[in-house]
């Protein structure tokens, strides 16, 4: 059985491997990614003129006026004080051909005292990579290797991300089992040394895979500083990669999964199958008929937060009305705001989305991003979930060099073990 675990560990580190680098470089960095963007597209930014704000509904018209080929898909409803808000933009379909137009932009910032323009960007582009797009570039990165489009999904990166994530979560457990000592096989024909370490206890073996021997060979200390490092870091390791997989199957494997063996309420999207990407639901509702209905909805329950964001899913139909304060998004520990959903076509509500709210594993469903990001703990956790992308990547790096060691070596060995090259013409005996 050990030597099935050690092939299965072998083949996933190498088949994961340089995704897995990618992944925890990228992860350690966009840790802080709204800080390290504010740092670079402060003129974006930064707003001087005095207020009040706009409403951002005309801030929306104004954008889809100026270039009537987009369309508005998320818009803040209040900007945090000295700042400019950003609108969101996709294309709208182009009736001559029948398909999306082409924009070199997907993100707006606008004064929202003013509605003059500060800058365009498109967020996430692999190329060419400015000071504006480098955060979000490394964004998608991590979560679509920046795969492109194509056979009408958007989802290809995000898809071999998850079936990786699901290969690392196994693997996690060989690994793991890799590291306990060996069953105890005690013969005379053992050396002395030999016998005595194996007539240890449990723990006692098992103890130096917790070590790193500093004073040992390299090759010795890459092999201890993987295995030590596995272990000391093992529930971490494993609760990034289940949630890695979690976020980038939802659709496909774990909502369906939860739908079938909890009481899981999915949301409104995860009811209703995506429109082709050139044929998305045009809305008949525009945004001022569903910021007055949430408005209202909200002040029906209670809620004493003001209505933060509403965003529309060209793909589903669907508006969400999301409720924050300026620049608290993220919501409580990362969970997220509390969310109204509405039809695009009729406006009526689907279904609501309150943090910390619901069944156990509508909890469990929610704290999937918080965890990943390490947001559920605050700064301490981004910290954490940094230090974590580092040896995530030091781990698949330190593993790949030890199979590069024992290839070279099996390979010495059998040139060893390989009879002599006879003479032209004479048949080795």
Same mark, same amino acid.
């Given at each position: 059985?050990?030597?099935?675990?050690?092939? /299965? *560990?072998? !083949? +996933?580190?190498?088949?994961?491997?340089?995704?897995?680098?990618?992944? #925890?470089?990228?992860?350690?960095? =966009?840790?802080?990614?709204?800080?390290?963007?504010?740092?670079?597209?402060?003129?974006?930014?930064?707003?001087?003129?005095?207020?009040?704000?706009?409403?951002?509904?005309?801030?929306?018209?104004?954008?889809?006026?100026?270039?009537?080929?987009?369309?508005?898909?998320?818009?803040?409803?209040?900007?945090?004080?000295?700042?400019?808000?950003?609108?969101?933009?996709?294309?709208?379909?182009?009736?001559?051909?029948?398909?999306?137009?082409?924009?070199?932009?997907?993100?707006?910032?606008?004064?929202?005292?003013?509605?003059?323009?500060?800058?365009?960007?498109?967020?996430?582009?692999?190329?060419?990579?400015?000071?504006?797009?480098?955060?979000?570039?490394?964004?998608? /990165? *991590?979560? !679509? +290797?920046?795969?492109?489009?194509?056979?009408?999904?958007?989802?290809? #990166?995000?898809?071999?991300?998850? =079936?990786?994530?699901?290969?690392?979560?196994?693997?996690?457990?060989?690994?793991?089992?890799?590291?306990?000592?060996?069953?105890?096989?005690?013969?005379?024909?053992?050396?002395?040394?030999?016998?005595?370490?194996?007539?240890?206890?449990?723990?006692?073996?098992?103890?130096?895979?917790?070590?790193?021997?500093?004073?040992?060979?390299?090759?010795?200390?890459?092999?201890?500083?993987?295995?030590?490092?596995?272990?000391?870091?093992?529930?971490?390791?494993?609760?990034?990669?289940?949630?890695?997989?979690?976020?980038?199957?939802?659709?496909?494997?774990?909502?369906?999964?939860?739908?079938?063996?909890?009481?899981?309420?999915?949301?409104?999207?995860?009811?209703?199958?995506?429109?082709?990407?050139?044929?998305?639901?045009?809305?008949?509702?525009?945004?001022?008929?569903?910021?007055?209905?949430?408005?209202?909805?909200?002040?029906?329950?209670?809620?004493?937060?003001?209505?933060?964001?509403?965003?529309?899913?060209?793909?589903?139909?669907?508006?969400?009305?999301?409720?924050?304060?300026?620049?608290?998004?993220?919501?409580?520990?990362?969970?997220?705001?509390?969310?109204?959903?509405?039809?695009?076509?009729?406006?009526?509500?689907?279904?609501?989305?309150?943090?910390?709210?619901?069944?156990?594993?509508?909890?469990?469903?929610?704290?999937?991003?918080?965890?990943?990001?390490?947001?559920?703990?605050?700064?301490?956790?981004?910290?954490?979930?940094?230090?974590?992308?580092?040896?995530?990547?030091?781990?698949?790096?330190?593993?790949?060099?030890?199979?590069?060691?024992?290839?070279?070596?099996?390979?010495?060995?059998?040139?060893?073990?390989?009879?002599?090259?006879?003479?032209?013409?004479?048949?080795?005996?």
């Amino acid at each position: 059985m050990r030597r099935v675990f050690t092939h /299965l *560990h072998r !083949t +996933m580190g190498l088949v994961t491997a340089v995704f897995l680098v990618f992944s #925890g470089l990228t992860g350690a960095v =966009i840790s802080w990614d709204h800080a390290l963007d504010e740092l670079l597209i402060g003129h974006f930014i930064a707003v001087k003129t005095p207020g009040p704000a706009r409403p951002s509904v005309e801030l929306v018209k104004l954008i889809e006026d100026r270039d009537p080929r987009g369309r508005v898909t998320y818009m803040f409803m209040t900007p945090e004080p000295g700042k400019s808000l950003w609108f969101y933009v996709l294309p709208r379909i182009d009736p001559a051909t029948g398909k999306r137009f082409t924009l070199d932009y997907n993100q707006v910032y606008l004064d929202p005292n003013t509605g003059e323009e500060l800058g365009r960007r498109n967020w996430g582009a692999v190329w060419p990579i400015t000071r504006e797009n480098f955060v979000s570039f490394l964004y998608q /990165l *991590h979560n !679509t +290797m920046q795969i492109p489009e194509f056979w009408g999904s958007d989802r290809w #990166g995000m898809r071999l991300l998850g =079936i990786i994530a699901m290969i690392w979560t196994v693997d996690c457990f060989v690994g793991f089992a890799l590291t306990l000592p060996a069953r105890r096989r005690v013969h005379a024909a053992q050396p002395e040394a030999v016998r005595r370490q194996l007539q240890k206890g449990f723990w006692s073996r098992w103890a130096p895979a917790w070590k790193i021997k500093t004073g040992g060979s390299g090759y010795r200390i890459t092999f201890d500083v993987h295995r030590a490092f596995g272990l000391w870091t093992w529930a971490l390791l494993f609760t990034i990669a289940f949630t890695a997989f979690s976020l980038n199957l939802y659709y496909e494997v774990f909502s369906p999964l939860m739908k079938t063996v909890s009481n899981y309420t999915p949301t409104p999207y995860e009811q209703r199958t995506a429109a082709p990407l050139d044929a998305p639901v045009v809305p008949k509702l525009g945004y001022a008929e569903i910021v007055a209905r949430a408005q209202a909805d909200g002040r029906q329950r209670g809620w004493d937060t003001p209505l933060g964001a509403v965003s529309y899913a060209l793909e589903y139909g669907v508006y969400s009305a999301k409720f924050f304060h300026p620049g608290d998004d993220h919501g409580a520990a990362g969970v997220g705001p509390a969310q109204l959903y509405y039809d695009g076509q009729d406006g009526r509500l689907l279904g609501e989305r309150i943090p910390w709210v619901g069944t156990g594993a509508d909890i469990f469903v929610q704290l999937q991003f918080p965890v990943h990001s390490g947001r559920i703990l605050g700064l301490p956790g981004r910290i954490l979930v940094s230090m974590m992308g580092v040896i995530v990547a030091a781990l698949s790096i330190t593993g790949v060099a030890i199979w590069v060691r024992k290839r070279r070596a099996r390979v010495r060995r059998r040139m060893a073990q390989a009879p002599a090259a006879s003479p032209a013409g004479v048949p080795a005996e």
